[in-house]
């Protein structure tokens, strides 16, 4: 069992936190201060707990940043010190919204969130995964047709390793995460939420992943 923060309380994180406390680990749910609990109800013989967003990062082993990218490094670089230490699984993507709320552009070209929060925050070991998706996919990958990809970028293996096992009680299984090398290859991964919007325009929020073809 591992101790989980998860900072974000929406679809994303919600979702993260039913599967995760379903497969047996402690999960505090990090919502902003004067926002309420999620309603969304644990799932069955299971407890989430709640908490704001430093003290489900502080009570951590592992914690998960759920929260918008285009906001999330000034969000976490203020949680420097709950983050010490700490393994933190970014799965955001920071982008700038279209005309019609879908991401239009990134934030950070020529870089990623990833490597910007491995540089403001350089006693946290980022992993980046889960960000080529949507949200529905994270949890039940098994649920496509196609057997989908999750990569993993991050300067620590053994981080790298405790994600992938992470994944595995997600439902991934160890063929379909691609271990992609350092925070750098991030900037590759954040790219790819470009072909989201299109996607999305055409067929609706479908489940789909942006995967490897082998």
């Known amino acids: 069992m591992t101790s989980i923060g998860i ?9 993260l936190a039913r599967a995760l406390a379903a497969a047996g680990h402690q999960v505090t749910l990090g919502v902003r201060e004067n926002d ?5 109800p644990s799932a069955e013989g299971t407890e989430i707990r709640y908490a704001d967003h430093a003290a489900a990062a502080r009570t951590a082993d592992v914690v998960i940043n759920a929260t918008p990218g285009d906001s999330a490094l000034q969000r976490l670089t203020a949680l420097r010190d709950e ?15 279209a005309a ?6 990134l934030c950070y070209p020529g870089s990623s969130l990833a490597e910007q929060l491995q540089e403001a925050l350089p006693g946290t070991r980022v992993v980046k995964t889960l960000n ?3 949200f529905m996919v994270m949890t039940a ?12 970028s991050g300067n620590d293996e053994q981080a790298k390793e405790t994600v ?8 991934w299984q160890p063929a379909w995460i691609e271990d992609l090398g350092d ?3 991030a900037r590759a991964t954040e790219a790819m939420i470009l072909v989201v919007p299109h996607i999305l325009r055409r067929h609706g929020f479908t489940p789909f992943a942006v995967s490897l073809a082998r």
């Open 7 to 15: 900072l974000g309380a929406g679809r994303v994180g919600t979702s």
């Open 36 to 40: 309420e609990a999620p309603s969304t």
């Open 83 to 97: 983050l010490e230490d700490k393994i933190l699984i970014d799965v955001s993507n920071a982008t700038v919204d």
């Open 100 to 105: 019609d709320g879908l991401p239009g552009d």
């Open 132 to 134: 080529t998706m949507l």
């Open 141 to 152: 990958p098994a649920a496509l047709s196609t057997p989908p990809t999750a990569y993993l």
């Open 164 to 171: 992938a096992g992470l994944l595995g009680d997600l439902g």
């Open 183 to 185: 925070v750098g290859t």
